[in-house]
């Protein structure tokens, strides 16, 4: 069992930065790869990048590539989502996930979720 714990978001002007950080509970945390996820209102929970468990390879969409780098700690069991050159298209709410193995491409492929935590940018 692996419980992932958000926290970084807040409001933002466009073209700001924030660092999302999700920390991770358990002693299995570098057995995972870790997956961002983002969901506007209305819309799927999207992805939004992924890195592997050694943090050694990193995978992007195209919406945030060259703009979010994702990394991660596993001495302190967390990942990190630095967001710079923030658009409004960006807010949304923003989840960390564990996936199993080489995965974390895909929502379906996430074996936990934390909660989420709401990431506004204004124009």
């Known amino acids: 069992q692996v419980q992932l714990v958000e926290s970084g978001g807040g409001l933002v002007q466009a073209g700001g930065s924030l660092r999302l950080s999700c920390a991770a509970s358990?002693?299995?945390?570098?057995?995972?790869?870790m997956g961002w996820f983002r969901q506007a209102p209305g819309k799927e929970r999207d992805f939004v990048g992924r890195?592997?468990?050694?943090?050694?390879?990193?995978y992007y969409a195209d919406s945030v590539k060259g703009r979010f780098t994702i990394s991660r700690d596993n001495a302190k069991n967390t990942v990190y989502l630095k967001m710079n050159s923030l658009k409004p298209e960006d807010t949304a709410v923003y989840y960390c996930a564990a996936c199993s193995g080489y995965g974390c491409f895909g929502r379906n492929e996430a074996d936990y979720w934390g909660q989420g935590t709401q990431v506004t940018v204004s124009s």
């Open positions: 358990g002693r299995t945390f570098s057995s995972y790869s």
């Open positions: 890195i592997s468990r050694s943090g050694g390879s990193t």
